[in-house]
């Protein structure tokens, strides 16, 4: 019954989630971006990030973090590829988003294997994670495929992980199961939150 319950609460908040999304501008979602890179940036020069970073590529209703591949040229950045039928999640280095890239699972842009190293979870220093919601005790819902939990999981807590999202996307509860991995901070236009 606690399933069921849990369920229908991340069906709803996923729901609501993203028609709030849907409902900010083009504008609006570029000048939230710029100033949640600018929150990543301080974060990651906090925590001493040396090693190898993992962003993503942002879909429409997503927060683009790109930028801070141009601000932070000393690190080195991967971005995850789908694993088709196995529900996981592979990090490969990039170094050219023109050419190293090619749309993948779910629409998403990802990095061509031939041309782009893999790197191992424990490699990770930083694990920069999109999601639907937030909470500022670093609770995050996500889509409901679980690859982040999972990737998370497997750093084994050699990697720092960092949610970000706009303000309209910080919820006061999330609903979390046994399996849900709680963020280390939550970056959003308004300020970083750590868990």
């Not at 088709?84 to 999640?89: F, H, I, K, P, W």
């Not at 061509?112 to 893999?118: D, M, S, V």
């Not at 694990?127 to 909470?135: C, D, R, Y």
Request: net charge negative; aromatic share 6%.
């Amino acid at each position: 019954m606690e399933f069921c319950d849990y369920s229908s609460k991340k069906r709803l908040l996923r729901h609501r989630a993203k028609k709030t999304l849907k409902t900010l501008t083009t504008s609006e979602k570029e000048n939230e971006s710029r100033a949640i890179v600018d929150h990543l940036e301080c974060e990651l020069k906090e925590i001493g990030c040396s090693g190898i970073v993992l962003i993503y590529a942002a879909l429409p209703l997503e927060a683009n973090v790109s930028e801070i591949i141009h601000r932070r040229p000393e690190l080195t950045f991967a971005l995850p590829r789908v694993l088709e039928g196995s529900g996981l999640l592979e990090c490969r280095r990039f170094a050219d988003p023109d050419s190293d890239l090619s749309v993948g699972s779910f629409q998403v842009m990802e990095p061509i294997p031939e041309r782009c190293p893999l790197v191992e979870a424990s490699e990770l220093r930083a694990i920069v994670t999109p999601g639907l919601s937030f909470s500022k005790s670093g609770a995050r819902l996500g889509k409901g495929g679980g690859y982040y939990d999972r990737l998370l999981e497997n750093t084994h807590g050699s990697a720092r992980s960092v949610g970000v999202g706009f303000d309209c996307q910080l919820c006061q509860e999330i609903p979390m199961e046994k399996h849900d991995r709680y963020l280390d901070s939550v970056i959003t236009p308004s300020g970083i939150w750590h868990g």
